[in-house]
């Protein structure tokens, strides 16, 4: 119903909606902890699935951030005898040191909610008050575990139907959301096209289409985890007050890469080598030997969207997460030491 031209130009980047209360941190608290790493779980549904492995891709480069997914493709709030959210996000909270919780469910919610007394059809208004009362127990399970909650809406669905069902059901969560002190993610609207239509997909920074839905009309592609993780992330710094990473000259524990000068006016033998054009490079080993120590710290402002397949743990993770210098074996051709000796 909506299809992406690539002759359209691109709109300006839409953003989330959020709701928070007046005093999210307590006076002086620091951003991250002791150790300025902030940590946060993914809670949730096949939706939160999605959300999870997106921010894992954006943050994969990003000391200041640490996520865990941890979702059940069948859960929701509705019934927690298919999985108990309020039982389950204690554990995973004791399970290190944890910040927030960003929950992403619902889509499972429009069914009868049972009790051992009795059976609350959907839409209902027993069934809302039971809705209700099993987002407080959610809520609840992360506060009393001291994390904040990042609450994010549902987004628009293709079927009309269903996509007033889950707007009801986002009615139910934002209103227990704001009440409890908790912070909500309003998504939909940087979900919606102009026209405030369900949006299967937009164009990029560069001007290329992308289809961001997946054909079931409810789930998101690849690209539209990537778009909807900077929705979230984008919400989380600005409430969170990240700081910008810092230069060395502001961070003394900033990496340090030693890079050698060559300082002119010396007497002492010249060493080279030809080159790629032909011509002759000379170096001065006296000067080369009186190295000037330079600070270089990696840029990381942009690491999440590289697009760099990096392995954890890998050798180019520590240069593009650290700045650590990984050296060159001795003697090969890019070795310029001059007062190193062999191993």
């Known amino acids: 119903p909506n299809e992406v031209v690539a002759q359209q130009p691109v709109a300006p980047r839409p953003e989330v909606v959020v709701v928070a209360p007046a005093q999210v941190h307590s006076p002086g608290e620091r951003f991250?902890?002791?150790?300025?790493?902030?940590?946060?779980?993914?809670?949730?549904?096949?939706?939160?699935?999605?959300?999870?492995?997106?921010?894992?891709?954006?943050?994969?480069?990003?000391?200041?951030?640490?996520?865990?997914?941890?979702?059940?493709?069948?859960?929701?709030?509705?019934?927690?005898?298919?999985?108990?959210?309020?039982?389950?996000?204690?554990?995973?909270?004791?399970?290190?040191?944890?910040?927030?919780?960003?929950?992403?469910?619902?889509?499972?919610?429009?069914?009868?909610?049972?009790?051992?007394e009795a059976s609350f059809e959907p839409g209902t208004a027993e069934w809302q008050e039971r809705y209700k009362e099993n987002m407080d127990n959610i809520l609840a399970s992360a506060r009393s575990n001291g994390a904040r909650v990042y609450w994010i809406t549902l987004p628009p669905m293709q079927n009309s139907e269903f996509d007033a069902q889950m707007q009801m059901i986002t009615g139910l969560q934002r209103e227990r959301v704001v009440t409890g002190n908790q912070i909500l993610v309003d998504v939909r609207p940087a979900l919606l096209t102009p026209e405030g239509t369900y949006m299967i997909g937009d164009l990029d920074e560069k001007g290329k289409a992308r289809r961001l839905r997946g054909k079931d009309g409810i789930n998101f592609s690849r690209q539209g985890n990537d778009y909807l993780a900077d929705l979230v992330m984008g919400a989380i710094r600005k409430t969170e007050r990240v700081p910008e990473l810092q230069s060395s000259k502001e961070d003394p524990l900033a990496a340090e890469v030693q890079v050698a000068v060559a300082l002119p006016s010396s007497t002492s033998p010249l060493f080279g080598q030809q080159g790629i054009d032909g011509a002759s490079v000379s170096f001065e080993a006296e000067a080369l030997a009186k190295e000037v120590p330079q600070k270089i710290t990696p840029d990381l402002s942009n690491a999440g969207k590289l697009g760099l397949r990096i392995s954890r743990n890998s050798l180019a993770q520590r240069f593009y997460r650290t700045g650590e210098a990984l050296g060159v074996p001795f003697g090969r051709f890019d070795d310029f030491s001059v007062s190193a000796t062999a191993p």
Do not use: C
């Open 32 to 116: 991250g902890g002791d150790d300025g790493v902030f940590r946060f779980v993914v809670a949730g549904d096949a939706l939160a699935r999605g959300l999870g492995a997106g921010l894992e891709r954006l943050t994969e480069l990003d000391p200041r951030f640490e996520v865990v997914s941890r979702a059940n493709d069948a859960s929701g709030v509705a019934r927690p005898e298919i999985y108990n959210w309020p039982a389950a996000i204690p554990k995973i909270l004791r399970s290190g040191k944890f910040d927030a919780v960003v929950a992403f469910m619902g889509v499972n919610d429009y069914r009868t909610i049972k009790t051992p």
